[in-house]
């Protein structure tokens, strides 16, 4: 993670093969300050109503989860 350049490139490298190879009518390419919303409708769901939409990773799991993918992507 040290190479900003080279993590955006594998993240975005990553991003056009699943866009290749998932059908788009089973992809949902969404991004965290969208919301309920979108991702709701994709799984034909109703939105909650009585619960805020969680937007952040207090753990630090998701990060460590893209290093590890990164440095995997290295070998």
Known sequence: MEDRDHTIQCFERHIAEVKQIVPQERLLVYEV???????CDFLNVPVPTDKP????????KGFKKVRQLILEGKE
């Open 53 to 60: 939409f969680p937007n952040k990773n207090s753990t630090g």
């Open 33 to 39: 300050p969208e919301g309920w919303q979108p991702l």
